[in-house]
């Protein structure tokens, strides 16, 4: 559907077995072998649907030489402000393409095609709505982009700090954005997320004069989940702290692009 000239994408919930089907739900068939009047049951993990579609959608993105972020985090941490600022910069030098996912509206998906870049809006409400954006709603998202004409792909993903991060979407690098109103311990507490990520943005940080927070404390706990992991202290209000982060993007597109 085109609303306004954003595409709008509708993902089903249980759709074809993918839905709100996790990794991690340990559903794989169990062998049962026999050693003697022993029986063993051994649960194999499966290459689940998802990671087959992410594969897929890889070589999408390789066939066509696309750079694709994935940029996660808990709602309302600043995934949709730091990327109308972000796009912003990258577009100068690079052709800029957004797939936007929300469980309802369209309000990010309106905010992002401001900056010129193409933008696919994913609605992900019928059946009460998925947490994360899956593997297969991205090959659908692609349908409504021009892919010759791209050179980075930005993946908002919808706000939540933990099921984004167990599903592959074929993306080259992922983002954790954390905001620094979120609380120090957040790292420890989720993380899968931390762990997943390439690099993380420490967000909002133009609050900290109103706040009691621990740049410190909270850095380190992110690199105890993963460490050497870049951690970008940023404002998307204000811009501070983008110099680092463009051009950790930068490096990562032209390492790819050439
Ligand atoms: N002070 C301050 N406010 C920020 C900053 N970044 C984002 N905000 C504000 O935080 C609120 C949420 O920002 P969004 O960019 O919409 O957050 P989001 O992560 O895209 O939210 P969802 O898409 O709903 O998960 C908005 O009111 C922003 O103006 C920042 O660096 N500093
Ligand atoms: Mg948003």
């Given at each position: ?39 063993i049951k ?69 905010r ?16 009460g ?21 791209i ?6 993903n919808?706000g ?14 992922r ?34 004069p ?40 930068r ?8």
């Amino acid at each position: 559907m085109l609303l306004d000239g954003i595409h709008r994408i509708k993902a089903r919930h249980h759709k074809d077995g993918h839905g709100h089907q996790h990794p991690h739900d340990g559903d794989g068939p169990v062998e049962t072998r026999t050693r003697g009047t022993r029986e063993i049951k051994v649960v194999r993990r499966v290459l689940d649907a998802n990671e087959i579609m992410a594969r897929a959608n890889r070589r999408v993105f390789a066939d066509h030489k696309i750079f694709v972020l994935n940029l996660m985090s808990s709602p309302g941490s600043g995934k949709t402000t730091t990327l109308e600022k972000t796009l912003r910069h990258l577009m100068q030098d690079f052709r800029c393409a957004v797939i936007v996912g929300d469980i309802c509206t369209t309000q990010d998906a309106e905010r992002l095609a401001a900056s010129g870049a193409p933008v696919v809006q994913i609605n992900t409400d019928e059946f009460g709505g998925d947490c994360h954006l899956a593997a297969h709603v991205i090959e659908k998202a692609l349908d409504g982009l021009d892919l010759d004409a791209i050179d980075i792909l930005i993946v908002e993903n919808i706000g939540n700090l933990v099921c984004p991060a167990e599903f592959d979407i074929g993306e080259d690098k992922r983002t954790v954005i954390l905001s620094v109103t979120e609380g120090e311990d957040k790292p420890l507490k989720y993380p899968l997320m931390f762990r997943e990520c390439d690099a993380a943005l420490l967000n909002k940080i133009d609050l900290l004069p109103y706040l009691d927070y621990d740049v410190k404390l909270v850095t380190a706990n992110i690199l105890q989940i993963h460490p050497d992991m870049p951690v970008f202290e940023t404002s998307a209000k204000t811009e501070e702290g983008f110099a680092s982060w463009l051009a950790w993007i930068r490096a990562c597109a032209k390492e790819k692009l050439g």
